[in-house]
């Protein structure tokens, strides 16, 4: 109707005005426009102040909600969104009567990718429990999550409350990038705390747990992220004079590498000191590599039907 709006239509617009309020606090928050909005409202920094002067030293997004419904994502492209995209992420939820916020971590999402293939449903249900546990399968794509951060807003705007609540995110936005490193990298492996408190920075007195699949359908795109590490890794530990641990670098270049004889995987100047101590003499520039190879081989092979002693 011309000149009047609905009464609640700004209910999810107040919840995320008021997570941004808090979440700017402690760096900066920047919200998505609602017609922009493809599952994130807002963007974020913590800051950390030097002198004059306040420099971001962590992103991270965060989805705002009004209510404690389940975060459902139907469909596995939808799930694939949750599980690739590139921050740390959170999910708050904003009690307005009780005027109170709680943060929510999303490692359910790390869970669905290092168990391939995705599912095309996965539900995050937030609790009000103080204390949570590692994310683990419970017979279903249903995740409880319990806050990270549990506060009031009155708690929120004291200066050593809102330090520490500062930390304890910094402590989640970590996790996070650690496990998306792994993600990139093609590793179906994700690790947390196994238990954790509300607005305590995760200690790691009950230990960390990793968890993931034994045996992924591919391995190619570790491979093709591997090989450069590994190649400068060599390179590194050749030129401070661990030959040692150089060659075995080496080894594992050629083991999983055979048709690659480039100079960008292989040092030269590297394999020509290992043929120098193994061959005596230089016959082809992988020979040393190859020979320790072949020993290494036989040495397996010889062994593999031996009781171990």
């Known amino acids: 109707m011309v000149g009047a709006i609905a009464t609640n239509l700004h209910e999810g617009s107040r919840s995320e005005y008021l997570a941004q309020y808090i979440f700017a606090s402690f760096g900066t928050a920047v919200a998505v426009p609602h017609h922009e909005d493809t599952g994130v409202d807002l963007y974020c920094t913590l800051m950390e102040p030097i002198g004059s002067r306040a420099w971001p030293r962590a992103y991270f997004a965060v989805q705002v909600k009004s209510t404690r419904d389940s975060w459902v994502l139907g469909g596995v492209e939808s799930v694939r969104w949750l599980v690739e995209h590139p921050l ?10 009780g005027a109170r916020i709680r943060v929510y971590h999303t490692s359910p999402r790390f869970y669905a990718w290092s168990h391939p293939p995705l599912s095309d449903r996965l539900e995050l249900v937030p609790t009000t429990e103080s204390e949570g546990e590692c994310t683990q399968w419970k017979g279903s794509n249903t995740f409880s999550v319990a806050p990270v951060v549990d506060a009031s807003l009155g708690q929120l705007l004291q200066d050593d409350f809102r330090g520490n609540t500062k930390k304890v995110l910094r402590s989640w936005i970590d996790i996070d990038m650690a496990n998306l490193d792994l993600l990139k990298e093609g590793i179906h492996s994700f690790r947390m705390p196994y238990k954790y408190e509300a607005n305590s920075v995760p200690s790691g ?28 890794l060599a390179d590194q530990l050749f030129n401070r004079g661990d030959l040692a641990g150089a ?4 080894i594992l270049l050629r083991h999983l590498y055979k048709g690659d004889t480039s100079g960008i995987t292989h040092n030269p100047f590297l394999h020509q000191a290992i043929n120098k101590l193994v061959q005596g003499q230089e016959k082809y520039l992988f020979s040393g590599v190859d020979a320790l190879s072949a020993k290494i081989d036989e040495m397996l092979t010889n062994g593999s039907h031996q009781e171990p002693t």
């Open 88 to 97: 740390p992420l959170f999910l708050c939820v904003v009690d307005k009567r």
């Open 205 to 232: 007195e009950e230990g960390w747990v990793t968890q993931g699949t034994t045996r992924a359908e591919s391995i190619e795109r570790v491979l093709n992220r591997v090989k450069e590490s590994v190649a400068y």
């Open 247 to 250: 060659a075995r670098c080496a």
